[in-house]
């Protein structure tokens, strides 16, 4: 489906100034206190049309697709040209820019404006669940947590605009990268089935501030790429976060899995991340080669293997989890296990995002010369997947055997039904609360984990 940001756009009707420091100009500030430029109409449109070429040089020259689907990406890029000399604001040029890449209908060939001076920290994150969109954490002393948004309450409007497996991370776009909102308003309803209508303020955030929480739930997800839990002497359940980490992690999760029956792996939440891992875990569970699928580029066409790691190969009974957060990885793995029938899979119908793609620098000499940085971004496919049954899961996803997902008071008491219900179908029984208490649905906080790591610490030093 061909989502038109421009509508998107319209439709939020806020306009924010001057957050994308492009070009030079007076700095003034807002009534929020927030810095801003003073717009200059006639620099805009000159570093827009500029920016737009320095674009459509690198589509044309990676793009994995040389027909770009049947677009004429000449004329595509000719009539953006001609709406950014119509415009004069940055956030007008930007979103034009974006309208190009967006109209690929491609999740990974995205544009990432230059820098912004603040960074907007909404208090709130949220997933998709089934059919409907739900707060899954809020912030502590966050707008969101004082207005009394919970987790479990489903979101049924962001600015009057519905929230549903096609718009979602579109209207995510917008109010991370490219427009960022002085205030969400959102229509909820709550556990009791009342319908609240809620405005949130944004808290803006340095990007020293934003890099550096980025960072620690990165560490965070590093230091604890893995937990595995035994819930019975035949079933072991294991929570993979994240793909992107070396082979050697696989291993010791594989080695803690050791001569166990049955087999949970979680991947929900798993955006994905290395080729090469994921290809790695599949090996553990064959004792034979697998053909993935076949990666298509412009120039050529790469079937992907699994190499069985033999003797060292799981056996037993296997169950995968996936929600809609899990992604790329984690969605060819599964699709890969369904298609050999090499195990169960659990859980929503998983993200739909798995092109691979390179991530280019746009930089401050095209629009300066006597500077060199890097002043914008644009992620690019650079290769489509073709699974070994000949289908695609872009813009699809996995469909689970067994679907799914956990209901509102589930997230609201952080309970973990899904884990129990996939327990439960290998013979295990496991009350949702316990299951729940793994945290294999929802992480513990960034300073939780920090706190268990001090008292570990602590504890080892004694």
């Known amino acids: 489906m061909n989502i038109s940001l421009r509508r998107l756009l319209f439709l939020f009707a806020i306009l924010i100034f001057g957050l994308y420091p492009l070009s030079p100009g007076i700095i003034a500030q807002d009534s929020k206190g927030r810095l801003e430029q003073k717009p200059d109409p006639k620099a805009n449109r000159r570093n ?47 979103r034009t820019i ?28 949220l997933m998709m669940m089934g059919g409907a969109c739900y707060a899954l954490n809020v912030e502590k ?4 947590e004082t207005k009394g948004i919970m987790p479990g309450d489903e979101i049924l409007t962001i600015n009057d605009l519905d929230p549903v497996r096609d718009s979602l991370w579109v209207i995510q776009y917008i109010i991370y990268a490219l427009d960022p909102q002085d205030t969400l308003n959102l229509k909820v309803r709550k556990a009791d089935k009342s319908i609240q209508n809620v405005t949130i303020q944004t808290k803006f955030i340095s990007p020293d501030e934003s890099a550096k929480r980025s960072k620690e739930l990165k560490d965070a997800e590093q230091r604890k790429p893995y937990t595995c839990s035994e819930l019975s002497t035949d079933l072991i359940a294991c ?76 056996t037993g009974d296997l169950s995968v989890l996936i929600d809609s957060r899990s992604a790329s990885a984690s969605e060819i793995f599964s699709r890969a296990i369904q298609i050999e029938k090499r195990g169960t899979i659990v859980g929503d119908i998983s993200a739909g995002a798995v092109m691979e793609s390179y991530r280019f620098p746009i930089s401050s000499d095209a629009v300066d010369p006597y500077l060199k940085f890097t002043v914008a971004m644009m992620s690019v496919t650079v290769a489509d997947m073709i699974m070994s049954d000949g289908g695609r899961l872009e813009g699809k996803g996995v469909i689970p055997d067994l679907p799914a997902f956990p209901n509102r008071i589930a997230l609201t008491h952080r309970t973990d039904p899904v884990l129990a219900y996939a327990a439960q ?23 939780e984990i920090v706190a268990d790591d001090k008292e570990k610490t602590k504890a080892n030093n004694h």
Do not use: C
């Not at 699928?293 to 699994?306: E, F, L, N, S």
């Not at 290998?426 to 294999?440: C, Q, R, V, Y």
């Open 48 to 94: 827009g049309i500029i920016l737009l070429g320095q674009i459509k040089k690198i589509l044309k020259d990676r793009y994995y697709d040389p027909t770009f689907h049947g677009i004429d990406i000449n004329e595509k890029f000719r009539a953006a040209e001609e709406e950014i000399n119509n415009e004069d604001r940055k956030w007008q040029i930007n």
């Open 98 to 125: 974006a309208q190009v890449l967006l109209d690929l209908n491609d999740s990974h060939t995205t544009y990432f404006p230059p820098q912004k001076l603040y960074d907007p920290d909404y208090g709130i994150s």
């Open 425 to 447: 179908k290998t013979g295990t029984i496991i009350d949702p609360a316990k299951a729940g208490d793994l945290h294999f649905l929802i992480p513990k906080a960034v300073d």
């Open 141 to 144: 002393k966050s707008d969101a």
């Open 239 to 314: 929570k993979l976060r994240t793909f992107d980490t070396d082979t050697g992690v696989i291993d010791k999760m594989m080695k803690e899995v050791g001569t166990h029956k049955k087999m949970i792996l979680d991947l929900r939440g798993n955006g994905g991340g290395i080729i090469d891992t994921e290809e790695h875990l599949l090996g553990y569970f064959f004792n034979h080669d697998v053909k993935i699928g076949t990666a298509v580029t412009r120039t050529k066409t790469t079937d992907r293997i699994a190499k069985s790691r033999k003797d060292r190969a799981f």
